[in-house]
Every structure is written in structure tokens, then in C-alpha cells.
């Protein structure tokens, strides 16, 4: 059974930081990718980022690249988000999610259509 569980969201200040973890099961990383998608009240789930397997390229949406920067830790089978800069229109539910077999590729990475496994999200909420 493929499980994926993110970790790490919370409460933080503008200007701030937060690493996110997404913890993979029953999958081997370097046989798909993994994206990063995050969904804020009223509005539909939106791709951030995606990091492949099979070369660890990775991708970013115009709209965090620069200050978000997403990594993988093979041994752990984790893949993990770090997020600076955070600015309050960055709340939203976070989510991780598995593309077996699949890569990263511009233009298309953050289409949720794309990816068959997701994670429940963890709450990132960035205020004063």
C-alpha cells in the first residue's frame, strides 16, 4: 500500500521559514516523481513544485521559485519542501503527492490529473 504523509506545517511569521516532509511508503523515489501542491479556502489545489526520481530534476511555479527549494533524502525515502521568505498569501494546506513511474516536465508538473497518490496535507498558515 502506497501511504505518503506530510509533516512540518504550522504557524509562522512573515518573513519566515518552514521545512516540510513528506514521508513515502510502499514506493521507491527514484521510480516517479513527487510533487508538492498546496490549497487555500475558496480556491482550487495549485501545483508548487516537483522533484524526479530518476535524475532529481526539479521544477518550481513562478510563484515560489526563488524562496521555495524541494529536496529528497533517498535512504529516509523522504522528500522534503523548504519554504523561506513565507508570506502570508502562502497559507494554504500543503499536500504531497506520487506520479509512479512518471518525471517532472515543464509545463505539465502541476497538473494534479498527473499524479495517482496523495497525502492528507499539513496546514501552513503564515501571519502576524
Known amino acids: 500500500q502506497l501511504q505518503l504523509v506530510e509533516s512540518g506545517g504550522g504557524l509562522v511569521q512573515p518573513g519566515g521559514s518552514l521545512r516540510l516532509s513528506c514521508a513515502v511508503s510502499?514506493?521507491?523515489?527514484?521510480?516517479?516523481?513527487i510533487g508538492w501542491f498546496r490549497q487555500a479556502p475558496g480556491k482550487e489545489r495549485e501545483g508548487i513544485s516537483c522533484?524526479?526520481?530518476?535524475?532529481?530534476?526539479?521544477l518550481y511555479t513562478h510563484f515560489v521559485e526563488g524562496r521555495f527549494t524541494v529536496s529528497r533524502d533517498n535512504a529516509k525515502n523522504t522528500v522534503y519542501l523548504q519554504m523561506n521568505s513565507l508570506k502570508p498569501e502562502d497559507t494554504a494546506l500543503y499536500y504531497c503527492?506520487?506520479?509512479?513511474?512518471?518525471?517532472?516536465?515543464?509545463?505539465?508538473?502541476?497538473?494534479?490529473?498527473?499524479?495517482?497518490?496523495w497525502g492528507q496535507g499539513t496546514q501552513v498558515t503564515v501571519s502576524s
Open positions: 503527492a506520487a506520479d509512479i513511474g512518471g518525471v517532472c516536465y515543464t509545463g505539465s508538473f502541476d497538473y494534479t490529473i498527473n499524479y495517482q497518490w
Open positions: 510502499g514506493f521507491t523515489l527514484v521510480n516517479g516523481a
Open positions: 522533484i524526479s526520481g530518476n535524475d532529481g530534476e526539479t
